[in-house]
């Protein structure tokens, strides 16, 4: 599996990968939820569960200080970078924005070229993207590397040479579909899902066979006619009614269950698909803005959970969730949960045996929403900030973007905080007629940004989430920053959106080490050992298209940064 590092050239180091290897193996007998990547970053969230947490400790809150750059690399585009590397046995493999133009196996000490390979996009293929020609990463197992492509296509590269072993074609992506997020390898299977909640699609996950490319199972996020959930939507809202599940999922293996968020419904004016009211009943469009768990042998949807029923706002559900054993009701007994971060500014303790929210507590402002009934496991909404057709709702908190977007979140069990990169962004939001065109944006919305209460626009936030309250913040100027590593030296790393990477204390929140990086940063760090010296790699290449949906504060992004596209590695004393 991918989850274990292996070191299978023996080479200087493996003694370590043994201890590793030991320690993950008595985790798993524990019932752990996870294994720790060990000096590798083997997965794109460091571990199945997504904790973006490394064991590494080399690097710590004493010595930090003096890191510095070892090498760089340039990933050849421009165009909005969003890809965390993964390192298996001292090979680092990165993607590059647009297609992926470029993927690129490098030596994980020296930056050395091993391989490049990439795919050339079909002409036009940008249209199909609603937020940048952007790619997030490979999958990595058993010496294949999988890489999802922007037309819709799922490539299998052999890591040594990079050659193509086999593509599939996950789904035509002229209609508005294009894979940007790095698929998830469970045993046998190549699971993975695709982007088109802005076009009209029907979100589908399926699986595909890791030696073959051959498609085992295809599940609809949204229920079909005669299938449980299909009565959440009004006539045959539910051919287009979105629910894509774009990013990336966790695996719990003793569960055997996967893990998807699930986009917003289409299209974003909600009366196509329901009664548009606060009093919605049935008509919860299910499963949008939603995670679900499947049975990873048989797609099956294990179970759902809503957390903004008959959205009317994009508060996108995809965002990742993070598996962590933790006692919630404190009595003594940790329990399975799953922590999720929504849009829409909700933080999610769900029992992840079940869907259950045990948990919901605002990590932004919020304002749509008075609260969450745990009861009647719904949102107690804000009548007046759900809007309609002639109905300007004024000041909702967050706005479209999210309390959170896509970049990670991350975990710590040191700690026992998630460290979260928050926006803060309201917005006004009226709504208009539409009608669905194969290939076109499915909205019927205008959605002018303000800013947020307090004279910042994001901040990283160190969460509790067993308590549902933050510890300490560190205001950013800008929203949309970088996803975040944390490592067991204690440590927080994350960019921001004007281009600096900075390491934080993990407990106090004091900013420990920062170097300015040239453009935006939007993809999250990784950490890795090679040959007993720890190594800290982030890519930097601000976006492209999300301040375009931003209004003022979006084109004063623009101005504060230009493009980029490098990958930068960091090292003690360089
Ligand atoms: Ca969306
Ligand atoms: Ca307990």
Redesign the pocket.
């Known amino acids: 599996m991918a989850l274990l590092s292996r070191d299978r050239r023996g080479r200087p180091g493996s003694e370590m990968h043994r201890a590793t290897f030991a320690a993950a193996v008595a985790l798993l007998l524990t019932g752990g939820p996870v294994v720790a990547a060990g000096t590798d970053w083997p997965v794109y969230g460091g571990n199945m569960a997504n904790w973006g947490y490394s064991e590494l400790a080399r690097i710590d809150r004493s010595n930090v200080k003096d890191l510095d750059l070892a090498w760089a690399f340039s990933l050849g585009t421009l165009l909005s970078q969003e890809s965390r590397p993964l390192v298996v046995d001292g090979t680092l493999y990165v993607t590059s924005s647009a297609g992926p133009r470029h993927v690129y196996a490098l030596d994980a000490a020296t930056g050395e070229m091993k391989w490049q390979t990439g795919f050339e996009m079909p002409e036009g293929v940008q249209q199909y993207g609603?937020c940048g020609q952007v790619n997030r990463g490979p999958a990595y197992a058993d010496g294949v590397l999988y890489v999802g492509r922007l037309d819709g296509k799922l490539t299998a590269l052999d890591a040594d040479s990079g050659k193509e072993l086999w593509t599939a074609e996950v789904v035509d992506y002229t209609q508005g579909a294009v894979i940007t997020s790095p698929p998830l390898v469970v045993k046998d299977k190549v699971i993975v899902g695709f982007g088109g909640?802005?076009y009209g699609v029907r979100g589908y996950v399926s699986a595909f066979e890791a030696k073959t490319g051959e498609r085992l199972w295809k599940t609809w996020t949204i229920p079909g006619p005669g299938a449980p959930g299909n009565e959440s939507w009004k006539g045959d809202s539910w051919k287009h009614g979105?629910g894509a599940a774009w990013l990336v999922a966790s695996y719990d293996a003793e569960r055997n269950l996967v893990y998807y968020g699930t986009?917003?419904p289409s299209p974003w004016n909600a009366a196509v698909r329901g009664p548009n009211t606060s009093d919605y009943g049935p008509f919860t469009n299910k499963w949008t803005a939603a995670t679900i768990a499947l049975d990873a042998d048989t797609g099956e949807i294990v179970w759902g959970f809503q957390g903004t029923p008959h959205d009317a706002w994009?508060y996108?559900g995809?965002n990742e969730l993070i598996l962590a054993d933790l006692d919630i009701d404190g009595d003594g007994k940790k329990e399975p949960l799953g922590l999720k971060a929504d849009r829409n500014g909700f933080f999610f303790v769900l029992d992840r045996s079940n869907g259950k929210a045990l948990r919901a507590d605002p990590f932004v402002t919020v304002n749509w929403a008075e609260g969450y009934d745990l009861e009647a496991q719904r949102p107690i909404e804000v009548p007046a900030k759900r809007p309609g057709i002639g109905k300007r709702a004024v000041d909702i908190c967050p706005n479209?973007i999210g309390g959170k977007n896509w970049q990670p979140m991350a975990f710590s069990p040191d700690t026992g905080l998630v460290y979260i990169p928050s926006n803060n962004l309201c917005m006004d939001m009226e709504d208009s007629e539409v009608e669905y065109r194969r290939g076109m944006f499915y909205l019927g919305k205008e959605f002018p940004t303000k800013e947020g209460p307090g004279g910042y626009l994001g901040e990283l936030i160190a969460w509790d989430p067993v308590r549902g309250k933050k510890v300490w913040g560190a205001k950013e100027k800008w929203p949309f920053n970088g996803g975040v590593l944390t490592t067991a030296g204690g440590l927080v790393f994350a960019g921001n959106y004007e281009g600096l990477f900075r390491a934080f204390d993990a407990t106090t929140g004091e900013l420990l080490w920062q170097k300015r990086l040239g453009s935006g940063i939007h993809a999250a760090p990784i950490t890795y050992e090679v040959d007993g010296r720890q190594y800290v790699a982030v890519v930097v290449g601000r976006s492209q298209t999300i301040p375009g949906f931003l209004g003022d504060v979006g084109r004063r992004m623009y101005a504060a940064v230009p493009q980029g596209g490098m990958l930068f590695v960091f090292a003690l004393d360089g």
Do not use: K
């Open positions: 609603c909640g802005e979105g986009s917003n994009d996108d995809v479209l």
